[in-house]
């Protein structure tokens, strides 16, 4: 369990003014004037009062926002892990009214909606009515639906479902655009009795895993529960968020059109998130949400891979990337001022993307700016990435250009690869011996 | 022969740089990861060793004492480690089996160990002195760090691994050297997770020049196998339940709609359990053990499904099928005639000829077989025991044959 919302007072007792932790020292010195129900109640009231205290959640960061961007959200947790408390808590801060539905304890009609029939079914046709908790939530306007229990429904249960979680209709009624859709499923290893969801329902969650901490429970039951700031979305970047999503998005997709649509094949897979053209258009806007609400780029990560798959999503953070890496072609403008990404792979990747960018358009001036952009980065990092395109872009030089004077800064590579050439001689050797 | 220029004490970085190039240049596949890792000079830590957060503190004396090539296996060693998640996997072993103490940990970084030694090392990468393989504990090379944690105790025999130090990347137990998911030069489990992604791409695009260790570990990273008793069920439930298996709609009782709409006769669905008819490959090359505990999964789905003991048939197949006898008395009561090749297609057929038709097949079954070129008239589950792939593929009469796959209509689980 991630998150508690803290009960109510206690409110079940016949004689509410005795009831509350105040009352629990008068009860002890005057049993006969309370009854059994209310010290039980003072003990019930000193049990509920816990604290919380902040601390970052990535998981209900996550669920906000792909609530707040309208999606259906998928939670798949053991039973009993709080996806519940979770789920009130979210219902708390977004301030809407929670309604829970146990999806497998119902008939498909409940989700299709009953006939009834009415004076005249000829002219008048035959309405499907709608439960009572649909006919509530469309008369509140507004709500978050929890369908709890999915992955226990039956396929036909199941398949009610897909209309309620795709066109928001039950029965007759259609739901209003204030209410948000939930789900909750248990993972195949611990239903026991379960379905697997069928690809086409999959396909419209966003699927998140609900995990639990040891140490956040035992801290929560000792009295400490964690309160999660959740995101917000800030109105100044929306336009901003906006195009850099449907830049991340149709660039991936321009480079990989194969991950558009991607049934998925294993058994493994089956249920779970997969590529289509529905789940990028879901990944292009929560991009956008997470851009505009500033989130961590592991809540984004939980998203996508959440919405697309687990490889689809993590070829498209890493796509993310590299869009986060310096244009070449600025760095070339201006090497003096470069700022190179400090991880080693990164500022690889970003040297090996400015001799390349030379490669494609050989200059003399371009060659020198290359040049200085690797003796800026002998001088603010690990020699040994330099060799490589240090190697690529001397291989590139015409005959009527000079060797420039910045490259004496590349003497410590020179003298690490000529080291790892000698040890790799070395390595030959012995392991050749060794066979 | 480690060349001193420099002062003795500062961290020789010329030298630990030259380490990780010469292990980026024999190991191409790794060169993202191995440059993903920020060293850390740290006086606490007798050799290399890394954190959950990908960075690499070294003892400034140990690259001193060191050559260039062995520093490099050490190098490809400790990225091992943060690439294979030993920390994450340690701490869920010891989870799962509550183990708790320094001790347990060492032995988890043992058996760490033991997983990446047996493969990374020979082609042009030398082991580092003192680097303990699965042989030295008198244990099988190839397994996963799970399998040899299951193995050995610790001991007076592995008493010269009391030193072994891979931080706390490599067993999960934080350092004092550490600085924890808060200092400089830390990655985000998204950033992580990329460095691995990327790095399996490569050897899954790329697959020639990696070992098998590796190859099997790009496949499984981010897709991990899946317990095949849970396909299994999940493939035989979602056949059996499916809509249009046994249901349909009958007036003989009122739905229970009924009362909603007085004066209107609506149909109910009624369903009655599945019937499921295992056929079984005898053809020898599938161990009595494997094949009974299929069995009784099979069983006791279709019962967790509605059925009855009695629907669920059971078929021994070999190259002629017998007979579909009921499943009474457990997998003990069946006899699994047969040994010989195998033609699965008359398992088929006379599987299909039974009376009342079933609505479900399964097959168990090493898949060398040929199959039906049609598609059956039922829904048709396979389970392929995969253990035996490569092993049994050999037919003395004809030594070139290649069997088919499983076709594509019917839902394969591998078993084993």
Known sequence: ?435 | MPARDAPVGTLDTGKLYAARLQAARVRPYLATALFALHPVESRSVPTMAVDPYWRCYVSPGFVDRTPVEELAGVWVHEVSHLLRDHHGRSDRYAHRHELRGPAERLRMNIAADCEINDDVFGDGLVAPGGAVGPASLGLQDGELMEDYLRQFRLGPHTAHLAWLECGSGADGLPRPWDLGPDGAHGLSTQERDAVRFRVAQGIVGHPGNAPAGWRRWAEEAFHPPQPWRELLGAALRAAASAPGTGEDYVYGRPARRSAAVPGVVLPSLRRRPARVVVVIDTSGSVSDAELGSALLEVAAISRAVGGRRDLVGVLPCDAAAGQVRPLCGGAQGVELLGGGGTDLRTGFARALESRPRPDVVVVLTDGQTPWPSRRPPCRTVVGVFGRHHGRSSYDESDPEYVPAGPPAWARVVTIG
């Open chain 1, 1 to 435: 369990m991630s998150t508690y919302t803290p009960l109510p007072e206690h409110t079940g007792t016949s004689a509410p003014s005795q009831a509350g932790p105040d009352a629990a020292p008068a009860a002890s010195t005057a049993p006969a004037a309370a009854s059994r129900l209310d010290v039980s109640g003072a003990l019930l009231a000193l049990l509920r009062d816990t604290t919380t205290a902040p601390r970052p959640d990535p998981q209900l960061e996550a669920l906000t926002l792909a609530v707040s961007a309208d999606l259906p959200v998928l939670l798949w947790g053991e039973p009993g892990i709080g996806k519940t408390a979770a789920l009130t808590q979210l219902a708390t801060t977004l301030d809407l009214p929670l309604t829970t539905v146990i999806a497998s304890v119902h008939e498909p009609s409940d989700f299709s909606g009953l006939p009834v029939i009415g004076e005249d079914p000829e002219t008048d046709g035959v309405p499907m009515a709608p439960p009572d908790w649909a006919v509530r939530l469309v008369r509140a306007g507004r709500g978050l639906l929890f369908l709890d229990e999915l992955s226990t429904a039956p396929p036909a249960v199941q398949a009610a479902l897909l209309r309620l979680v795709l066109e928001r209709r039950v029965g007759a009624l259609r739901l209003p655009p204030g209410v948000r859709i939930v789900a909750a499923a248990n993972p195949r290893s611990s239903a026991a009795d379960g379905w697997e969801l069928s690809p086409p329902l999959a396909n419209r969650f966003v699927h998140l895993k609900w995990v639990h901490d040891a140490d956040v429970v035992v801290r929560g039951l000792g009295g400490v529960w964690p309160r999660a700031t959740l995101p917000a979305l800030d109105a100044g970047r929306l336009p901003e968020a906006v195009a850099l999503a449907r830049r991340a998005v149709c660039g991936l997709l321009g480079a990989r059109p194969a991950l558009v649509h991607r049934l998925p094949s294993g058994e493994t897979q089956r249920g779970g998130a997969w590529p289509s053209p529905r789940s990028w258009d879901m990944a292009l806007c929560l991009t956008a949400f997470a851009t505009a609400a500033d989130a961590s780029r592991d809540v984004l990560s939980m998203l996508v891979r959440g919405t697309v798959g687990d490889g689809p999503g993590l070829e498209f953070l890493a796509y993310l990337d590299r869009m986060d890496l310096p244009d070449p072609e600025d760095l070339l403008a201006d090497p003096g001022g470069a700022v190179l990404p400090g991880r080693g792979d990164l500022r690889q990747a970003t040297l090996d993307a400015v001799v390349a960018a030379v490669r494609a358009r050989p200059e003399r001036g371009r060659w020198d700016a290359a040049w200085a952009l690797l003796a800026k980065a002998a001088e603010t990092g690990a020699p040994d990435l330099l060799v490589v395109p240090a190697t690529t872009l001397a291989t590139l030089r015409r005959d009527d250009w000079e060797v420039p004077v910045t490259i004496e800064g590349l003497a410590g590579a020179v003298s690490v690869s000529q080291r790892a050439d000698r040890a790799k001689v070395r390595a030959l050797t012995v392991t050749r011996a060794g066979r």
